[in-house]
């Protein structure tokens, strides 16, 4: 079955960087749409980026996020560059419903990693 493992999340101060980490198993990685969401605390989830045959990024985080993946290990990344501390967050991977298409429905998704920005 469909596994999203995500890492790499934790606490940082304004400016600073981290990169988030997807472990994906359970299906063909390449073949399917990837997205990070986030959901910060009281609010809803919020798409940010997204991955296929090119990338696409929110207007909130562009410049600054980028999403990637490696097929050789089956991980999703983002990196995340100038952190806001509005960007404090839960952030999930998510695997796209369709294979090979980008209906922007999620299939499935991971337990998320904790992104804090403070100072």
């Known amino acids: 079955q469909v596994q999203l493992v995500e890492s790499g999340g934790g606490l940082v101060q304004p400016g600073g960087s981290l990169r988030l980490s997807c472990r994906a198993s359970g299906f063909t990685f390449l073949n399917y749409y990837m997205y990070w969401v986030r959901q910060a605390p009281g609010k809803g989830l919020e798409w940010v980026s997204a991955?296929?045959?090119?990338?696409n990024n929110a207007d909130s985080v562009k410049g600054r996020f980028t999403i990637s993946r490696d097929g050789a290990k089956n991980t999703l990344y983002l990196q995340m560059n100038s952190l806001k501390p509005e960007d404090t967050a839960v952030y999930y991977c998510?695997?796209?419903?369709?294979?090979?298409?980008?209906?922007?429905?999620?299939?499935?998704w991971g337990q998320g990693t904790q992104v804090t920005v403070s100072s």
């Open positions: 991955i296929g045959g090119s990338t």
């Open positions: 998510a695997i796209e419903l369709q294979e090979g298409a980008a209906t922007g429905l999620f299939g499935s």
